[in-house]
């Protein structure tokens, strides 16, 4: 299937790869010392790796006992596919709500310590960036516990615990230096994405992280929208930021390499360990409560009519914002991008899936999928646009919708290829057997057997969709707005109340996506597509 790889190397490996190459063309006559000259900006590096770094190694550590912690509890796992549904700007908001020195944190201790004005904390915006590698660690850790339990299944973590236990070995031990190993192969990738997006966040930096300085993406991004045309500038330091995440992958790669000779002589010294009981359901409830929190303050500053600190409760509810309904157009746009994208994203997945089929082989498409997800947004994105320029795609809706498949297909494919390749060949077989060539196996069996793995990966891909920002600003040059680009616009407004309509509109789409990729395959199973082929 040559002219398959071709077309998935044509819409998705080719951009990215001429996003790169045009911003590295932008950067070549730039004034370089000039570059590095300018203020604020190893302030903002600085900043860039404790944040990203920071928060990489922060949800990867909890992320270890709290795996063990969620394997017997699939209640608990039930709650991560909301969280992740969440897009990081509505976090970000209701977190900033939380944290902010006259939002409910501060409200609640005025009523202990009986302040009258707001506390002078420095948060959301702290210098250090702790308000940013928290909500970075609400969002990602979530993330790295799913894909934990993804590389399980691939284990008998049953067995191998209960041969262990039966040696004298703590529980945690056992899950820490012989079952999660075997898991961290399969962790890799998701532990790269983390690490390359924490390194070139732009909406939660925005609303989470300082300003003088801001991150290192946030100062490119800035210098992208100048009025005085400073791409170049803005060039050589997104090259720079796709540098520093292939340097630091490679520093993560070694780092393995030393923990893996550690871990082998800690497992010849043969210790058990004394059986610690690890406080997982504190943890679990401390992440699900600052989640639920944000988006409760989110969902409550959306309704709100006045609200003086320090009352813990506002004066009155209202509606007003929601009628008013200058959100409605701006929903329908995110939800029409969305659909358009994820429609364009599931027809190249199973493409993909169902040329690998027939062919008997893997299309090798790795390097092609991953690299919208593991290269910085900001260092190619603006690359991207010119080339769309060049092509005769001028920016709008299109534009954005070309922009944001390159991150929607890479989930969706991954969310699919799983089931597709899991389902038993005798259902096609059968159908063989019956007569039905290979476009029928896949249109009355394959799909339908298929249709809520399908439906997942649908709302997943939908989900990203909603939650880009770049995607959405630099390809549609700031004229396309969504309830993503709104809603970091007014997070820094004056007004909560509009910003938390926006935020709380643009994490109810992704979250009924889901609702309906469970309740779409129910209601099928009840029509004709139970029926034979």
């Known amino acids: 299937m040559i002219w398959l790889r071709a077309l998935v190397a044509m819409l998705i490996g080719a951009p990215v790869l001429v996003g790169v190459g045009l911003t590295l063309a932008t950067a070549w006559g730039a004034d370089w010392a000039a570059v590095l000259a300018q203020p604020g900006l190893w302030g903002g590096l600085r900043l860039t790796l404790v944040t990203g770094i920071g928060a990489t190694v922060l949800s990867l550590a909890l992320s270890v006992p709290l795996g063990l912690w969620i394997m017997g509890r699939p209640w608990a796992a039930r709650w991560l596919a909301p969280m992740l549904a969440v897009p990081h700007a509505a976090l970000a908001i209701g977190l900033a709500f939380l944290i902010a020195p006259s939002g409910w944190f501060g409200r609640a201790l005025a009523q202990v310590l009986g302040w009258a004005v707001p506390p002078a904390w420095p948060l959301p915006g702290d210098p250090y960036g702790a308000a940013l590698v928290l909500g970075l660690v609400l969002k990602e850790l979530p993330f790295l516990l799913l894909m934990t339990l993804a590389s399980a299944s691939q284990v008998d973590v049953t067995g191998q615990m209960a041969v262990g236990r039966s040696l004298g070995y703590a529980p945690g031990r056992v899950w820490a230096r012989v079952i999660w190993p075997q898991l961290y192969p399969g962790l890799r990738l998701p532990v790269f994405i983390v690490l390359a997006y924490g390194l070139s966040v732009v909406d939660m930096a925005l609303i989470l992280g300082p300003s003088h300085p801001p991150t290192l993406a946030v100062q490119i991004l800035r210098l992208y929208t100048a009025p005085e045309m400073r791409q170049a500038e803005a060039s050589v330091l997104a090259i720079g930021l796709v540098a520093i995440t292939a340097a630091l992958a490679g520093i993560w790669w070694l780092a393995e390499r030393a923990c893996t000779a550690f871990g082998l002589m800690a497992l010849r010294r043969g210790r058990r360990g004394i059986a610690r009981r690890w406080p997982g359901s504190v943890v679990m409830a401390a992440q699900g409560g600052l989640f639920v929190a ?24 209202s509606l007003a914002l929601w009628a008013r309904g200058d959100w409605i157009a701006v929903a329908l746009r995110s939800l029409w991008l969305g659909l358009a994208s994820v429609s364009l994203a599931l027809a190249l997945a199973v493409a993909v899936l169902e040329g690998e089929h027939r062919a008997g082989r893997p299309l090798r498409l790795g390097a092609i999928i991953v690299a919208p997800l593991l290269l910085p947004q900001i260092g190619f994105l603006q690359g991207l646009t010119t080339g769309f320029l060049w092509l005769g795609l001028p920016a709008g809706p299109l534009a954005v919708i070309w922009a944001e498949v390159l991150f929607v297909f890479p989930y969706v494919l991954l969310s699919l290829g799983g089931p597709w390749r899991a389902l038993d060949p005798d259902q096609l ?19 339908p057997l298929l249709a809520r793995p399908i439906a997942a990966a649908a709302a997943v891909g939908f989900a990203v969709s909603v939650a880009q920002y770049l995607a959405v600003l630099l390809p549609g040059a700031g004229r396309v707005a969504t309830l993503t680009t709104e809603a970091v616009a007014l997070a820094s407004g004056a007004d909560r109340r509009v910003a938390a309509v926006y935020g709380l509109a643009q994490a109810v789409l992704p979250l009924l996506a889901f609702a ?18």
Do not use: C, K, N
């Not at 944000?294 to 009155?316: K, N, Q, Y």
């Not at 077989?429 to 799909?447: D, F, H, Y």
């Not at 309906?516 to 082929?533: F, V």
């Open 429 to 447: 077989r059968a159908a063989a057997s019956l007569g039905a060539g290979p476009w029928r196996q896949l249109w009355r069996v394959r799909l």
């Open 294 to 317: 944000a988006m409760a303050v989110l969902a409550l500053w959306s309704i709100t009519g006045v609200w003086r600190f320090p009352d813990l409760w506002p004066e009155g509810l």
């Open 516 to 533: 309906l990729a469970l309740a779409l395959p129910a209601y099928g199973r009840g029509g004709s597509g139970g029926r034979a082929p």
